[in-house]
């Protein structure tokens, strides 16, 4: 059964700091790894989507990357801002569909 | 471009009385369709997921069920709420490689 870690499960920073946020999972059969960003009360909204047999991928400011032997990934984000203040949620897709982990709850203080 | 809604927005509701949250998708045809819900400190849980009319696979037992009588509609429902079905419950379909999230029904049960 797979199973999705996320540390910390909460962060709080500076503003402008560079930071990490990392995403474990147990079973690395997967076919993709997608990271989602929740406001409070609001749905997903979905940040980047990384597929198997990809490495990284980058939109702006965020990087994810993806060591599947390892059954890692990571999304970077540089130059934080307020404006990122969220949940960051990661989420495996396999032979079951997307399996989240909790989340990290991320704060930008100005 | 797609488009996928929710509603209502919140509800609040006596546990034993009956629940219809309903989920509509735009601009596709013949989506997979997710209801996920999210409880306090135990992430997102995959409740059903419909890849076609009438068309239900269930991922855990529970006191809810779900019904898809049209392309794009998705309903959950309840002949008699618990306490226990309190949550965030979110509306999901899949695009080609990822998944997109509703804005999500905020339930609680009294």
């Known amino acids: 059964k797979q199973e999705v870690t996320q540390i910390p499960a909460a962060l709080s920073v500076p503003e402008g700091e560079n930071l990490v946020l990392n995403c474990s999972f147990t079973d690395s059969a997967i076919y993709n790894l997608q990271w989602f960003r929740q406001d409070p009360g609001k749905g997903l909204t979905s940040l980047l989507l990384?597929?198997?047999?990809?490495r990284e991928q980058t939109s702006g400011r965020l990087n994810a990357s993806l060591d599947k032997s390892s059954g890692r990934s990571t999304l970077y984000i540089a130059a934080s801002q307020p404006g990122d203040s969220a949940t960051y949620l990661c989420?495996?897709?396999?032979?079951?569909?997307?399996?989240f982990g909790k989340g990290t709850r991320l704060s930008v203080i100005a | 471009s797609q488009t996928i809604h929710q509603w209502p927005a919140t509800l609040v509701q006596p546990v034993g009385s009956p629940l219809s949250l309903e989920c509509t998708v735009e601009g596709t045809s013949n989506p997979n369709l997710y209801w996920y819900r999210q409880a306090a400190g135990r992430g997102l849980q995959l409740l059903f997921y419909s890849v076609g009319i009438g068309q239900i696979s269930s991922e855990v037992p529970q006191n809810l069920s779900a019904s898809r009588p049209q392309d794009r509609q998705f309903i959950l429902s309840s002949k008699k709420l618990l306490l226990s079905d309190s949550g965030f419950y979110l509306c999901?379909?899949?695009?080609?490689?990822?998944?997109?999230f509703g804005p999500g029904t905020r339930l609680t049960v009294l």
């Open positions: 990384i597929q198997s047999s990809q």
């Open positions: 999901a379909w899949r695009s080609p490689g990822q998944k997109n």
């Open positions: 989420a495996v897709e396999g032979n079951t569909p997307l399996v």
